[in-house]
């Protein structure tokens, strides 16, 4: 109801905006995300007159990675970026996993259009994934601040790095695009959209509707990955301003890959995964755990379960694991001038989520089943029901979400001449609700679809509801000094509030605050001379608490550790110092930069056993974390045709503190150590070539060893190289076909690490946390455009 109201006055408010509008003014105004673009000359830009760190990759880049390509991939080349994930599109949210400068994703910054997309981690309590609000091809630009986004953005967690990304505007002439993609594993995917160019009638509106389905087989084991988009956006001059509007469905479908450990890639092989289908074999390792168990906890005495071949523990693999997940996202923005020196820009927006995710647990039968009754005995549960359709030795474990949460931002800008003043402001109320629910199968083979929405739980483990709000305001100066000199300054205040409300299970209820009313940001540009610049900058931020039952300070789901949070610990901070040289001389332009981080009061979460089985992680502050880096990358068209990219990441991030209780002994020894999934060096280096016609792209990537335990005791994982190609042509009646090969060398590597968790130390290599990457894959893709 709450999105249909939303969508509704999104529609009415550009109809009616249309209807009475001033024609008279509709040909002086111009699209600023085109405008923008038309400055850019290469396909990465290095942020020219910016006192940070920042890079920005246009849609004409983003379009030679393999359609469905998250647009993640596109920046893994970006000096400081490391990007893994297990599949070749980057897309398969249970492993993607971006980091900057020694932050991961969850302390960065991330929106759309302005529009705030949270942390981007799995089970997102406050946004949604990229590759679920909008479809790559859709992308019109990406823009990276490796240090610290500005005072704008609207991210209540960028300790580190800021990305945003900006979608396409609607062309001012009718027609559009499709294209279909054929690949490895089966897999396919079509794309269309069509284009209205400008309605004379509508006061010059433009807009576009566009439609992506993409379906793939697993590169192991069974079942598949799947996602249907459907996208529309309007664009309409307003007198001299402008009305933008926005409307993003997405249902995502995807079967999960079996989180590994080194000794199950020793046992059983990198291509080992999930049972599915073999639903006779998942059943019997069930059924081998619960005997085990039963008889261990009524005789006192304990009883080692005996698994058919080649399985070794109850972890080694289950049935299956999945996410599904329908998201609606939407956003009406108006820039308007207000005089010759003031402007405002402002925008509301409205995202919901629905989603599960889905286990099929050997550790707890379904109701029906005969060792349910014995379960209900030994370990004192009710739960055995005889009459029961649902009978076999596993169930289906889900997490669920549900998330509603509505915001606005905008700006006024005061053009005073030397002096560009902005005074701007965020504010978002998200409801959060999170739940775990257990769903009966049956014995003689599985009656529920593992790719939809459950319904009918014999049982609730625990329902939690969250609500949180947040308020932002900034003011910055940027003055013009000289025409060689420029400086910009400002400061942001933060209020969020949390709440938390039980619904079943653990008493947990109260309220956080986090608030500071003073984050400064300062920095400087000065030009030696037309092609070499200098710049500078510091800033200060902090991350307001996760509000979700599985992660941060609710995740332990008891009140008493929220008491502590509350009175005792406190909310992690960063203060970065950046400085550097860009140059552009021509045929070269690059950019090399320097940045010291302190990051404390760090709070990580240690996980307990296996992550699937989602016990409640041990939140530890962990003190602080020092980060030194050094980055380098620039451009060289060789010729009209050919150019070479390359980029070197230097990253020396090491926690500065020992894990200590509060008893006073060391937990963890993490003093020195390695910031954990913090490569120290990464290289990248592409060749390119592009005639109009014929183009082509060869790029590969170094990244570094990475530790997935805080103490650095076992959990290594080795470095890797990975190449990427790229070729097509593009025909003279507006036809393109193009090749993508995925990991070109078929390099054996892990990928993601923390897929489960981090760990304190895995000297036996039995944390299952692990992910091999996807071995060499095909793509080709046709596109007609008209």
């Not at 931020?541 to 509000?547: E, I, K």
Request: glycine letters at 10%.
């Amino acid at each position: 109801m709450k999105t249909a109201l939303f969508t509704n006055v999104a529609v009415v408010a550009i109809l009616s905006a249309a209807t009475f509008a001033p024609v008279a003014f509709a040909d002086t105004v111009a699209a600023p995300d085109a405008a923008a673009d038309e400055t850019i000359t290469e396909v990465i830009v290095y942020g020219q007159g910016q006192s940070r760190q920042i890079q920005a990759v246009k849609a004409s880049e983003l379009a030679l990675e393999a359609p469905g390509t998250s647009p993640l991939k596109a920046i893994d080349k970006l000096p400081g970026v490391t990007f893994q994930s297990a599949d070749p599109f980057g897309a398969y949210e249970w492993s993607t996993r971006i980091g900057v400068r020694g932050f991961n994703q969850n302390q960065m910054g991330f929106t759309l259009d302005g529009v705030p997309l949270g942390d981007m981690s799995y089970g997102n309590h406050n946004g949604l994934h990229i590759s679920r609000a909008i479809t790559n091809e859709d992308v019109a630009r990406v823009e990276l601040t490796q240090g610290a986004g500005s005072l704008s953005t609207a991210s209540t967690s960028n300790l580190g790095g800021t990305l945003q990304f900006f979608s396409r505007d609607p062309s001012n002439e009718m027609g559009g695009e499709v294209a279909g993609t054929v690949g490895s594993e089966a897999m396919h995917r079509l794309y269309g959209r069509f284009e209205t160019g400008e309605i004379a009638q509508l006061n010059n509106l433009r807009a576009y509707v566009s439609v992506a389905d993409q379906k793939t087989d697993k590169w192991k084991g069974g079942s598949e990955q799947k996602q249907r988009q459907i996208s529309a956006k309007a664009v309409m001059p307003v007198g001299e301003g402008e009305l933008t509007g926005f409307i993003n469905r997405s249902e995502r479908r995807e079967q999960d890959y079996q989180d590994m450990s080194f000794d199950m890639i020793s046992r059983l092989g990198r291509d080992w995964d999930n049972f599915q289908p073999n639903w006779t074999l998942a059943n019997q390792v069930g059924a081998a755990y619960q005997q085990a168990a039963i008889q261990s906890a009524l005789t006192g005495v304990p009883v080692a379960p005996v698994y058919p071949a080649p399985v070794g523990t109850v972890d080694d693999a289950y049935y299956y694991g999945a996410g599904v997940r329908d998201d609606n996202l939407g956003a009406l923005s108006l820039s308007y001038p207000l005089t010759d020196t003031i402007s405002f820009s402002g925008s509301i927006y409205k995202h919901t989520n629905e989603g599960q995710g889905l286990w099929v647990t050997p550790y707890q039968p379904s109701p029906g089943n005969i060792n349910q009754a014995a379960f209900d005995v030994a370990f004192g549960a009710n739960l055995y029901d005889p009459t029961s359709p649902y009978d076999s030795n596993l169930s289906i474990r889900t997490t669920e979400y549900d998330v509603d949460r509505t915001g606005a931002f905008g700006a006024l800008d005061f053009d005073l001449g030397a002096h560009q003043l902005q005074v701007g402001f965020w504010i978002e109320d998200n409801d959060f609700n999170q739940a775990r629910r257990f769903y009966g199968e049956s014995l003689n083979g599985p009656v529920r679809d593992s790719l939809d929405f459950q319904s009918n739980p014999f049982r609730t483990q625990w329902e939690y509801a969250f609500n949180t709000k947040t308020t932002v305001g900034y003011v910055q100066d940027v003055w013009t000094v000289t025409d060689a000199f420029k400086v910009n300054f400002g400061f942001k205040s933060v209020k969020v509030e949390n709440e938390v409300k039980t619904v079943t299970g653990s008493a947990m209820n109260g309220s956080l605050e986090f608030k500071d009313s003073f984050l400064p940001q300062v920095g400087a540009v000065y030009k030696l001379d037309d092609n070499i610049e200098l710049f500078g900058g510091y800033t200060e931020n902090m991350a307001a608490y996760v509000s979700a039952a599985t992660s941060g300070p609710f995740g332990s789901q008891s009140q008493d550790v929220l008491n502590l949070v509350k009175n005792s610990i406190d909310p992690e901070t960063s203060k970065t110092i950046e400085g550097g040289l860009r140059l552009n001389a021509g045929a070269f332009q690059g950019v090399l930069a320097l940045y010291h981080v302190e990051f404390d009061n760090r709070l990580l979460g240690v996980a307990q056993g296996a992550a699937i089985v989602g016990n409640a992680t041990v939140l530890s502050n962990v003190g602080g974390v020092e980060t030194n880096g050094l980055e380098v990358a620039g451009t060289y068209r060789i010729t009209p045709e050919w150019k070479l990219y390359s980029s070197y990441s230097y990253n020396d991030s090491q926690y500065q503190d020992d894990v200590i209780n509060a008893e006073g002994t060391i937990t963890a020894r993490t003093k020195g150590k390695t910031v954990v999934d913090t490569p120290k060096h990464m290289f990248n280096a592409e060749v390119a070539y592009d005639n109009g016609k014929l183009f082509g792209t060869l790029g590969m990537k170094f990244t570094g060893e990475r530790y997935y335990t805080y103490e650095n005791r076992g959990g290594k994982v080795d470095s890797s190289k990975v190449a990427d190609f790229t070729a097509g042509y593009r025909f003279a009646n507006d036809l393109d076909v193009q090749v993508n090969v995925t990991n070109l060398l078929d390099e054996d590597y892990i990928s993601t690490i923390g897929s489960g968790g981090f760990t304190n130390a895995d000297t036996a290599g039995t944390a299952m946390t692990i992910l091999p990457a996807a071995p060499r894959m095909a793509f080709i893709t046709v596109k007609k455009r008209f």
